[in-house]
């Protein structure tokens, strides 16, 4: 199962798979074809690499290739090795292109209720989600974990996904998190 989420302004998607949620795919190669499909490699991490064994969702990030108009639909079909699969993104009506480079974002994704939160820090120190609460109408809070005061963080400086769930919020408007 595939499913997507527009990040950053349009600049971005999020691909969510299901797997080992310490061993996310990265994407190697991203084309736009003729036809208007995003196709999208995606490659596991090395094969040393030690992984907990879960399923769950997992989201890579896709940076998107010139062409991309993130207000029409996006066929997009992914591959890779252990990898098949395809979804359909709704072109997005809510885009926020104002959003700068290296600014935290989030987008819908087709199932209602369920985002994914892009931010920037430490990739060996990610957040973790504690809850998501519908607040208003039209917002929803995020809370995240606090970390260990002792804990070890690389100081690399780089993109971050979280997939979170607010149930009973339909995914077709503007909403403040």
Same mark, same amino acid.
């Not at 064994?53 to 991309?68: H, I, Q």
């Not at 885009?95 to 974002?105: Q, V």
């Not at 994914?116 to 809070?141: F, H, K, R």
């Given at each position: 199962?595939?499913?997507?989420?527009?990040?950053?302004?349009?600049?971005?998607?999020?691909?969510?798979?299901? @797997?080992?949620?310490?061993?996310?795919?990265?994407?190697?190669? %991203?084309?736009?074809?003729? *036809? @208007?499909?995003? =196709?999208? +490699?995606?490659? &596991?991490?090395?094969?040393? +690499?030690?992984? /907990?064994? &879960?399923?769950?969702?997992?989201? #890579?990030?896709?940076?998107?290739?010139?062409? %991309?108009?993130?207000?029409?639909?996006?066929?997009?079909?992914?591959?890779?090795?252990? $990898?098949?699969? *395809?979804?359909?993104?709704?072109? =997005?009506?809510?885009? &926020?292109?104002?959003?700068?480079?290296?600014?935290?974002?989030? @987008?819908?994704?087709?199932?209602?209720?369920? $985002?994914?939160?892009? #931010?920037?820090? #430490? @990739?060996?120190?990610?957040?973790?989600?504690?809850?998501?609460?519908? /607040? =208003?109408?039209?917002?929803? /809070?995020?809370? $995240?974990?606090?970390?260990? =005061?002792?804990?070890?963080?690389?100081? *690399?400086?780089?993109?971050?996904?979280?997939?979170? &769930?607010?149930?009973?919020?339909?995914?077709?408007? +503007?909403?403040?998190?």
């Amino acid at each position: 199962e595939v499913d997507a989420a527009w990040l950053d302004g349009g600049r971005s998607i999020a691909i969510i798979t299901q @797997g080992s949620t310490s061993c996310v795919p990265e994407a190697s190669d %991203v084309k736009l074809e003729a *036809d @208007g499909t995003l =196709a999208v +490699t995606l490659v &596991d991490p090395p094969a040393d +690499t030690a992984c /907990t064994r &879960d399923l769950a969702p997992r989201a #890579s990030l896709v940076v998107l290739p010139e062409g %991309v108009d993130p207000t029409k639909d996006l066929e997009i079909a992914v591959t890779g090795a252990g $990898f098949y699969g *395809d979804t359909d993104l709704d072109g =997005a009506t809510n885009i &926020d292109a104002a959003i700068a480079e290296g600014a935290p974002s989030a @987008g819908w994704t087709d199932k209602d209720g369920v $985002f994914v939160i892009l #931010s920037y820090g #430490s @990739g060996s120190c990610v957040p973790v989600l504690e809850n998501a609460e519908v /607040t =208003a109408d039209s917002a929803i /809070t995020v809370t $995240f974990v606090t970390p260990a =005061a002792d804990q070890v963080c690389t100081m *690399d400086y780089v993109p971050r996904l979280v997939i979170a &769930d607010a149930p009973g919020v339909e995914a077709n408007g +503007t909403t403040q998190l």
